[in-house]
């Protein structure tokens, strides 16, 4: 596991559970990826931003505009740092919102699982359900992992070492505090940059019902509801990027890990099949270096 959450006069919490990136102890901070360059708005994008709405409800409607959109293909990243060591971890993959169903490639570094190398993580993301090929930790390579994403404490937000894009996109529902930041470039589209805090606990009330019961859990296994972040969407409403700064409360100093997700390519192609019963893995997840404790 990656980190162990403390409830303040609770018992201990399996929550940051990055289950492809092996047994790491984090103890410190982390920092978000790269620069935004972001540019200030003039009259006309604050006029045009009005007639839509305030920022709160743009923001609140990204995740409806994406399942409007239907599909995109992702890139994603997930970043801890700990004794002076940044890891991070990246995903890429495809998306159907519609159905909520994607598939993604995961990419460890090289010192993440204890070792120099590291195959491909092949994860299929649906509804209630993360599966993951390549796994490790004791799983014969021809099977898949299957995990009940009801059930993590994280509701999945982190423990694949990749958030769900639609969880991504879902916790906006619980948008607060939006400031609209302005205009920048991004991949050659023009977007306009949110600044808030989203509520877990609200978005799972408003989310939709295939996506409430990760983030009903998420809501009980964070240490606070509050998860900053950093939203931008182009003048049709879509979001291009996303990225949430989740805290948790251990024994030591907080440690904070940064989720990034990036959409482009709307309309393209997503084909998930997933695995049959006779593909799962039902016997014990090794742990230790080689990976987390078993799902």
């Known amino acids: 596991m990656v980190v162990r959450q403390h409830r303040c006069g609770g018992g201990a919490l399996a929550v940051c559970a990055l289950a492809v990136a092996g047994v790491m102890t984090v103890a410190g901070g982390c920092s978000a990826p790269g620069g935004d360059g972001d540019d200030g708005a003039d009259g006309r994008t604050v006029a045009r931003d009005a007639a839509a709405g305030t920022p709160v409800a743009v923001v609140r409607r990204a995740a409806g505009q994406l399942a409007v959109a239907g599909s995109a293909e992702t890139r ?34 090289k010192d993440a699982a204890g070792a120099d190398e590291h195959r491909p993580i092949t994860e299929l993301l649906a509804p209630g359900a993360l599966y993951m090929k390549n796994r490790g930790a004791g799983v014969p390579a021809d099977k898949w992992v299957r995990i009940d994403t009801t059930a993590l404490e994280d509701g999945n937000l982190l423990t694949g070492g990749v958030t769900d894009p639609t969880a991504a996109a879902e916790l906006l529902r619980g948008a607060d505090e939006v400031r609209y930041v302005g205009r920048t470039e991004l991949a050659g589209v023009t977007v306009r940059h949110y600044s808030g805090v989203a509520d877990i606990a609200r978005a799972a009330r408003e989310a939709s019902p295939s996506s409430r019961g990760a983030l009903h859990a998420a809501a009980k296994g964070f240490s606070t509801d509050s998860v900053p972040f950093d939203a931008y969407l182009d003048d049709e409403g879509l979001l291009r990027k996303v990225r949430h700064r989740f805290t948790f409360a251990t024994e030591g100093p907080e440690v904070a890990v940064v989720s990034t997700t990036l959409l482009h390519g709307f309309g393209a192609p997503v084909s998930v099949e997933l695995p049959p019963e006779k593909e799962i893995y039902t016997g014990q997840v090794e742990q230790g270096r080689s990976g987390p404790e078993t799902p």
Not at 78 to 95: D, K, L, S
Request: hydrophobic share 30%.
């Open 76 to 109: 994603t990243s997930m970043e801890t740092a700990a004794g002076g060591t940044r890891v991070t971890i990246r995903g890429e993959g495809t998306y159907d919102f519609r159905r909520q169903l994607g598939r993604i490639t995961v990419v460890l570094p």
